[in-house]
């Protein structure tokens, strides 16, 4: 028997590859759509196409828990495809290396000199993590990646006047939150 539109969803459930030939040739732009969506700020190929993999792997070994029709299966293989996005764009943001390149390191400093840029290091990323979410990845990608403001706003899908304000907020907040840390530790 062959997979057609009438027959698919019952030979995906008996686990028959000719189902996911058919749902992946008939279902592949719908499920790129959504994953370059959730995905695309991270400017990673590699773990796009992962995803997409891995959507319709979680497709194949989760068939029996569908029932419905055509209409239904559409909605679920977009949910999956939209919880799986998210899932890899959440792993990805944690896993993401900031390099420490903004610093001369080919400056001799002496260990004390080090232990001093490793604790202000230290408590400026303290800072920039009480920020919210939004501002603090501008940050990240403006002053620890070297971003202009063009490219964030590609990256984060906000405009670069939007990005300017961000900047301008988050800067005044850091200096009061330094400042009170300051008065904090005088304080002591």
């Known amino acids: 028997m062959k997979c057609n539109e009438?027959?698919?969803i019952r030979r995906l459930q008996r686990q028959k590859e000719d189902a996911l030939e058919f749902i992946v040739d008939t279902y592949l732009p719908l499920i790129k759509c959504v994953t370059y969506k959730v995905l695309s700020p991270l400017n990673n190929h590699g773990v796009i196409e992962e995803c997409i993999n891995d959507i319709f792997l979680s497709i194949w070994n989760n068939s029996n828990k569908f029932s419905g029709d055509i209409t239904d299966f559409r909605k679920w293989i977009c949910?999956?495809?939209k919880f799986k996005s998210i899932d890899y764009y959440r792993k990805a943001?944690?896993?993401m290396v900031f390099?420490?390149?903004?610093m001369d390191m080919n400056a001799v400093r002496s260990a004390e000199d080090e232990l001093i840029m490793l604790e202000?290091?230290?408590?400026?990323?303290a800072l920039i993590n009480q920020l919210e979410p939004m501002d603090r990845d501008i940050f990240i990608l403006k002053y620890f990646l070297g971003l202009n403001t063009?490219?964030?706003?590609?990256?984060l899908g906000i405009t670069?006047?939007?990005?300017?304000?961000r900047i301008y907020r988050g800067k005044k907040k850091l200096n009061n939150n330094a400042t009170?840390?300051?008065?904090?530790?005088?304080?002591?």
Do not use: C, W
């Open 99 to 102: 390099p420490s390149d903004y």
């Open 120 to 125: 202000d290091r230290t408590e400026l990323i």
């Open 150 to 155: 063009n490219e964030i706003s590609t990256r």
């Open 79 to 81: 949910a999956i495809a």
């Open 93 to 95: 943001r944690k896993e």
């Open 6 to 8: 009438s027959n698919f």
């Open 180 to 188: 009170n840390l300051m008065l904090g530790e005088s304080g002591t």
């Open 160 to 165: 670069p006047a939007a990005i300017d304000n």
